[in-house]
């Protein structure tokens, strides 16, 4: 997927199959989103993205990796 799928991506509202986190420090609510989306019909969640679409990026660091 590129930055301009994604862009579009952002400018959907959020569905059975789409799911904003404003950042990755909401692991445990993107993990359940991840099993969620396993076992249905797939899915796509965008880390940076607030519920509104904006996107507003995030800072990764090393903790971030692990």
Not at 2 to 19: F, G, M, P, W
Not at 40 to 59: E, K, M, N, S, Y
């Amino acid at each position: 997927m590129n930055s301009d799928q994604l862009a579009s991506l952002a400018k959907s509202r959020e569905s059975e199959t789409l799911e904003f986190k404003t950042t990755n420090g909401t692991r445990r609510e993107a993990a359940m989103t991840a099993c969620a989306f396993m076992n249905q019909r797939g899915g796509h969640a965008l880390f940076g993205v607030t519920p509104d679409g904006d996107v507003v990026g995030q800072q990764v660091g090393e903790r971030t990796i692990e």
